[in-house]
């Protein structure tokens, strides 16, 4: 168990809706990246956040956005959901510096199904 | 488009024997890491490796990362049944914005 909780475990979710999605930080860590794995394949990193700031992202549309909060806990907003959304969203909790993150603890996932 | 390519895609051996995957990356990095996961759960990092080092060893595993060739191994020894898993190797950078690129993986098969 690495100390990084997410939830829910899974949804399922409608065509043009919008997600939330939670992820709770290991304790000390000040660095949450999300990232999304379709079946099959590898993660892909979809943004991070350090002290509250993003400060890297990959290639996803802004309709994918995030928040980090003051205790560095985090949510991933989805709006407008398409059917390739459907995967598994991980987060993921370092402790790291503005110039990026090094080892990453992830939690166990949040399967989301688009229909 | 995924930075990191990992071969195998797939590896099938017997308990016992060595597991070599290896992971090639198209741009400068500052580290790179390897990470397993078991049937679509969290990942679990493994070890990482600076850009400045070429070898780190973390009880029966060993990697190696060539930054002239962008490319690293994860060598498994001693395999067991349990190391079944996908093996995925990451890259950080940080140009531009920070970014871990993961390549799609090399799924082990360790037969007891």
């Known amino acids: 168990e690495t100390g990084v909780t997410q939830s829910p475990t899974h949804l399922i979710k409608t065509r043009g809706q919008q997600v939330t999605l939670r992820c709770s930080s290991q304790?000390?860590?000040?660095?949450v990246s999300w990232y999304q794995q379709a079946l099959g394949q590898g993660p892909q990193f979809i943004f991070q956040?350090?002290?509250?700031?993003?400060?890297g992202r990959g290639n996803f549309p802004p309709r994918f956005s995030g928040l980090q909060f003051p205790n560095y806990s985090s949510e991933l907003n989805v709006n407008a959901l398409e059917l390739d959304d459907s995967a598994l969203y991980l987060c993921?909790?370092?402790?790291?510096?503005?110039?990026?993150?090094?080892?990453?603890?992830f939690g166990p996932g949040t399967r989301l199904t688009v229909t | 488009s995924q930075q990191g390519e990992e071969d195998p895609q797939a590896l099938s051996i017997q308990e016992g024997e060595n597991a070599t995957m290896n992971c090639s990356y198209k741009?400068?990095?500052?580290?790179l890491q390897w990470y397993r996961q078991n049937s679509g759960r969290g990942l679990v990092h493994l070890i990482l490796?600076?850009?400045?080092?070429r070898e780190k060893h973390s009880g029966r595993l060993r990697v190696t990362l060539d930054t002239s060739k962008k490319s690293s191994s994860l060598l498994i020894t001693a395999s067991r049944a349990a190391d079944t898993a996908s093996y995925f190797c990451?890259?950080?950078?940080?140009?531009?914005?920070?970014?871990?690129?993961f390549g799609a993986g090399t799924r082990l098969f360790v037969k007891a």
């Open positions: 490796i600076r850009s400045n080092e």
């Open positions: 993921a909790s370092s402790l790291g510096t503005s110039g990026g993150s090094y080892e990453q603890y």
């Open positions: 956040y350090y002290r509250e700031e993003e400060n």
């Open positions: 990451a890259t950080d950078r940080n140009t531009g914005g920070f970014k871990t690129i």
């Open positions: 741009t400068s990095i500052n580290n």
């Open positions: 304790s000390g860590h000040n660095t």
